[in-house]
Structure formats: C-alpha cells, structure tokens
C-alpha cells in the first residue's frame, strides 16, 4: 500500500514523501485519511525550530518533524481487540498526522455519522478539543460574560463554544480586522480591537463592571495582562495559548490576589485519560460533544475552513504560514484521490 506523508526535513521545509505503512497492532485502526487540518500556531512553531514546541521538550530543535494532529477519514483495516469500530465507518482521529494512512491506537478515534457531520468538520474536532477544555475549566454560568483574547483558530471555536454554552456578552478580541468580522459571524456579540486605547473602558462597560470569565489565546504577556485589566471580581481565566514567550510582567498582587482572580492552566493534556468529570472531561468525551453539536445544527465547524489544499502543494502551504502574516486562519489539506 502506498503512503504518503507531509514532513518538516529540515527549518522552513516541508515536503511530501513516501513513507511506510506500518503493520496494525490488536488495539488500533488503519485509517485512510480524508482530511487533516492545520494548527497554524503549533505547525509554524515547530517548521521553524521554536525550542519551546512542547511542555516537555529539553530544547533541542531536531529534524525531521511530523504534524498534522486533527484528522478525518474511513476505517480501513482494526486489530483483533477493536470494538468501537467497524471497517468502513467515518470517523474523527486525534494524534494523527498529516498522512494518506494513519494508525491510531483504538482510543483515539471516534464514529460519526457521515451523512449529519462533514469530514471537514469532523477533521477540526480534536483541535476544537482544545477550546472547549479551556471553556469547560473557566466554569461558565449560563449568563455570565466571556470574552475570548485572539482569534486563530482556537480563539475562533472559543467564540462558538461560548456562545452556544449560554455567554453573554460574547466579546472577540483580536488587533486583525479580518478576524474580527469573523468572530461576528460565528456568534460573538461584539469583537474589539486591543490596539484601541479605549479598549479595557469598552469592556468593563458593555460587561456592567468587568469580565466574568475569559479564555486566553494568544499566549503572550501583554495579551494577560490586558485580560487581566478587563476582569470583573472573582474573574476566571483560562490560559489555552502557549506561553513559549517566558518573559511575562504581571503585578499579580493587584491584578489576581486582591480581586480573587483565578488563573487556570488549560493546556489540552492537563485532563482525565479515562473518565470524564464535571469541568475536565477526557479528549474522546469532548470530541463527542464536538460532533453532537454539528450534527444538531448548534455549529457549523465547515464555514470556518478558509482554504483547502493538496497534499503535494505543502512546501508553497508552509511558506506562506512562514512569511504571512494574512495566512488564513483554517486551511486543511486533502487527501482524497492522493496515490
């Protein structure tokens, strides 16, 4: 069987080779990849060598690299002690790669019904993982205000997750004005620009005295510290961006102790393996979750996608994720037809 496979080989390059197929172990699936979609913050990170690509990386910059963690395709093949799925079933794999045939272990896959949910969609749904845990940890109340600092990909699915578990106000923050009008069409109620020097003012008065409840994307000091100036008392704060940048100022005394802030740590893997539990629920548990949205209608995961390309058209894909600055926020790549 040929396989294919996007690969970093060195710092700004990427290219697809012809790589094996391994053979399938009792516990995992031999998946044919239909889509796989771009985690354009992590994926330029590591093309380009960033020493701080993972929570427990020892800063070597090594290559050759392999991404590509949120995918979509059809079973093809399972080992002997797979149950949750069948050969021919659609479904959405997380710790994938970007590769015409990936094997997972059992886990790591979840059944969708294909004629209710795209593969487009469901291709995203592990990345949306990310969002939802950083949601599900803040705690929101139905009613409470929420805004969501940074608007890539994962501030983009924050601003849906929070609008469809009850936020109000909804408010996008992001200096691009393209990302803004894009959170206003996924369900934010308003979308501000942080350069504006009004800018905490216009929080603290559309949320009647502060921000109950906020994710943070952007991973950056500035970003905190600005979301830390809009917070109402007793405030929540979920850090879903990765802080790779470790020089941060924050006068944690006046911006967190005294008004009862609570700053939570909301990487994707800071949560259960097994078992699901009211504000940490496991990978599979929020992929389902992800899926039952779609498939209900409460989301449309399909609109975000801005570009869709080849495979083989990788190295002029990363290029552009390298040098600009205007890459669209979801690309993905599809591997339908690739031999």
């Known amino acids: 069987m040929n396989n294919k496979q996007i690969v970093f080989t060195e710092i700004n390059k990427a290219e697809l080779l012809e790589v094996e197929c391994p053979e399938i172990s009792e516990n995992q699936v031999l998946v044919e990849t239909h889509f796989s979609s771009i985690s354009c913050g992590t994926e330029k990170a590591n093309i380009m060598g960033d020493p701080n690509v993972s929570i427990y990386a020892d800063g070597a910059v090594v290559f050759p690299r392999e991404l590509g963690y949120s995918g979509a395709g059809v079973v093809m093949a399972k080992g002997s002690n797979v149950t949750s799925v069948d050969v021919g079933d659609s479904v959405a794999m997380r710790g994938s790669l970007h590769r015409k045939y990936n094997v997972v272990p059992e886990e790591n896959v979840v059944k969708f019904n294909a004629d209710k949910v795209s593969m487009q969609e469901a291709s995203l749904c592990y990345i949306g993982t990310f969002p ?139 949560r259960p393996v097994h078992d699901s539990l009211p504000g940490y629920f496991t990978h599979t548990d929020d ?53």
């Open 287 to 339: 992929i389902k979750t992800i899926l039952k949205l779609c498939e209900f209608g409460r989301m449309d995961l399909k609109a975000m996608v801005d570009e869709v390309h080849l495979p083989g058209d990788c190295s002029e894909v990363y290029t552009r994720l390298i040098n600009d600055k205007n890459f669209p926020v979801v690309s993905q790549f599809d591997w339908r037809g690739i031999e």
């Open 132 to 270: 939802m845990a950083a949601l599900r940890k803040t705690r929101l109340e139905v009613g409470e205000s929420m805004m969501v600092m940074g608007l890539g990909i994962l501030g983009l699915l924050g601003v849906q997750f929070a609008k469809v578990a009850g936020a109000v106000p909804v408010i996008a923050v992001d200096p691009v004005p393209e990302r803004r009008e894009k959170a206003l069409k996924f369900g934010a109620d308003y979308a501000l620009d942080p350069f504006d020097k009004d800018f905490t003012k216009k929080v603290i008065e559309l949320t009647d005295g502060g921000v109950k409840t906020a994710i943070e994307v952007t991973g950056l000091g500035t970003g905190l510290n600005q979301c830390l100036d809009c917070m109402a008392k007793f405030g929540r704060i979920a850090l879903l961006g990765c802080t790779r940048d470790k020089n941060f100022t924050v006068d944690y005394y006046r911006k967190v102790h005294g008004p009862g802030i609570q700053l939570i740590g909301a990487h994707t893997l800071a």
